[in-house]
């Protein structure tokens, strides 16, 4: 969460961090700022909202400076609690991501509510002529999570960045000119093709030709590794769509094709994961995510079991560190995080290994701290989701997670032959999305109709509960309706109460063998006076008076329904945020990587 950008160089670095933060806006974007140093003197312009806000236009010509993009954690959202932070002698100033958890003990008189201004105060106290000394000695008093770009006023050739816990990552140009500090390698330009990964505890000095990396706690330099980044798959702008949501969902059959490629054997009969080497066999998953990739991982728990015939699990990667998990021995930790970078995730990973658990993860960002602390991994290569709310993400994760399956099935009794036709249907898999793309501009029609619901109930069995869940989720996430998910058995088990009069209900139903219990449920939910959108698939002939409207999605093997069912819900999800003129890309109260707790 929030978005750190730095520059030193020579070129106007108010423009640099200003192009930087915009395209680091989708990890917060309730307040931003720029402060440069310049002729002695810091310029610091902070606004309320999206980067947007700040003109990108400045007439300092200073060659340093730092910004960010705020996703509020301490303070409510004003000019006053944007970063960045002065301490009160004026002469450092801050931009922080994370939190300083003993913020309170230290008596400084604010100007803000933020724990970062606290920082910028201890940092100036430890001051002697040497910022990188003075910002290690101030993060030993500190306890919590940051990631951290500090100027001195006096020092105009220096950043201070350092990390714990907060993404970082410093960019060099070609010819050690120019250095960059971003909290993510997407908003880089893209002509800088040289990265350093700042690691936890690590401190790093930069000028704009020379850099030092050490350990915050020894002051030890050592040599830093740098490592190439690939521009290829940054996303650029919306190209023609009004929002990078419609882009991300309407890019799902492309996103699909990317999970799959190079990664079946030559004769079809298995998966081939160049990033795997497992050095036990796999006698059980357990699943980690948060949030949408939590809902992947259910569907990832159905799939292991039903196609790898071994047990699956899952839990919310916020949980699971503060709970006591029985496993056995070969328990294979598939932790899913489309950032690579939420930081629960990122603690029970942790967690995971100093139990010494196998743990594998599925990412879509390459050298993502998630991607790099696993060490072994399958990357999704989905391209950049910007939009807060996920979708290519989730639905590529779901294909990556039928071939972990098939993967894992092959290594117990799933035959070639099984293994050959879940492969041949898998390959369908894009042109199938392709088809339901074009089916969902109904969704437009039916989010209309539906525009002022105050409450909804997604309903789905077996394969479709996880998209249940999930389509609450965006509904919720989007359109800021209050919904819930569940297993359409579960329904006489107390939320049939909740249901009356004009409840809306969007119950998905495109298994063939569980037709008539999906019948008998929808009848239960129509008698209430209440309203259902279904979704089933062609073929499938639900009685009239079991639906007020209903959404055909093409045939389907159940273990792919998922991954058609979802798009439907993105695009009613999306359509009904747009008809309150919602903001699709960036919902009210969320960012994209959630990296604090
Ligand atoms: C999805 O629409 C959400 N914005 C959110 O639930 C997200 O999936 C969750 O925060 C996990 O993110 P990650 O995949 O980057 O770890």
């Not at 806000?53 to 000019?79: D, F, Q, Y």
């Not at 294979?332 to 690579?340: E, H, N, R, Y």
């Not at 009239?544 to 093997?557: C, Q, R």
Request: aromatic letters at 8%.
């Amino acid at each position: 969460m929030c978005g750190i950008f730095g520059y030193v160089g020579n070129k106007t670095a108010y423009t640099e961090v200003y192009d930087g933060l915009k395209k680091l806006e989708y990890r917060g974007y309730d307040s931003c700022g720029i402060s440069v140093i310049d002729k002695g003197k810091f310029r610091t312009i902070k606004k309320v909202g999206a980067p947007d806000e700040l003109n990108g236009k400045s007439n300092s010509k200073a060659t340093i400076g730092i910004g960010h993009t705020r996703w509020a954690t301490h303070g409510v959202v004003n000019v006053k609690n944007a970063h960045p932070h002065i301490s009160k002698d004026g002469t450092i100033v801050i931009v922080h991501n994370g939190v300083v958890e003993n913020a309170h003990q230290f008596d400084y008189d604010l100007k803000s509510d933020t724990d970062s201004e606290v920082l910028a105060n201890l940092i100036a106290d430890e001051y002697t002529l040497d910022l990188g000394k003075a910002v290690s000695r101030a993060l030993e008093k500190v306890e919590g999570t940051y990631g951290i770009a500090v100027m001195h006023r006096d020092d105009p050739k220096t950043i201070v960045a350092a990390r714990r816990g907060s993404p970082l990552c410093i960019g060099i140009s070609g010819d050690n000119s120019e250095t960059y500090i971003a909290s993510d390698t997407y908003a880089l330009p893209p002509e800088i093709s040289r990265v350093i990964y700042l690691e936890d505890g690590h401190v790093a000095t930069i000028a704009a030709d020379n850099l030092h990396i050490y350990k915050a706690d020894q002051a030890v330099e050592f040599s830093h590794k740098i490592t190439g980044v690939d521009h290829k798959y940054n996303a650029g702008d919306r190209e023609g769509y009004t929002t990078f949501l419609e882009k991300e969902i309407r890019e799902q059959p492309v996103a699909i094709r990317n999970a799959m490629r190079g990664r079946f054997s030559k004769d079809f009969t298995n998966i081939l994961f160049g990033g795997i080497k497992l050095r036990k066999k796999v006698r059980r998953v357990l699943f980690l995510g948060c949030g949408t990739a939590y809902h992947a991982g259910l569907v990832g728990k159905y799939l292991i079991e039903s196609i790898a015939g071994i047990p699956a699990s899952v839990e919310y990667a916020s949980e699971y560190k503060y709970k006591n998990t029985p496993t056995e021995d070969g328990t294979l930790i598939v932790a899913i995080s489309q950032s690579g970078e939420t930081i629960d995730t990122l603690t029970a990973i942790e967690e995971a290994q100093a139990q010494d658990h196998m743990v594998i993860s599925i990412t879509n960002v390459v050298a993502s701290s998630i991607a790099r602390l696993t060490n072994m991994g399958i990357y999704q290569h989905a391209g950049p989701e910007i939009s807060v709310a996920s979708s290519k993400a989730f639905t590529s994760q779901l294909t990556i997670l039928v071939m972990l399956a098939i993967y894992i099935g092959r290594k117990h009794n799933l035959s070639k032959v099984q293994a050959k036709r879940y492969i041949s249907q898998l390959r369908k898999l894009p042109a199938l999305i392709e088809k339901t793309l074009d089916i969902c501009t109904e969704c437009k029609t039916l989010s209309a109709k539906w525009t002022s619901m105050k409450s909804c109930k997604f309903l789905g069995r077996q394969f479709m509960y996880p998209i249940a869940i999930e389509g609450a989720l965006k509904l919720k996430e989007l359109a800021y309706v209050d919904c819930h998910g569940y297993p359409a058995g579960e329904l006489k088990h107390g939320p049939l109460a909740a249901v009356g009069y004009h409840a809306m209900c969007v119950y998905l139903a495109p298994q063939k063998e569980l037709f008539e219990k999906n019948v008998s449920t929808m009848k239960e939910i129509m008698a209430r006076d209440s309203h259902i959108i279904a979704i089933t698939q062609e073929g499938l002939d639900f009685p009239e008076d079991t639906y007020d409207n209903i959404i055909y999605l093409p045939k389907a093997p159940d273990y792919l329904q998922p991954i058609l069912a979802v798009i439907p819900l993105q695009f009613f999800s999306m359509y009904m945020a747009q008809s309150h003129q919602y903001n699709v890309d960036r919902p009210r109260h969320l960012a994209k990587s959630v990296t604090v707790e």
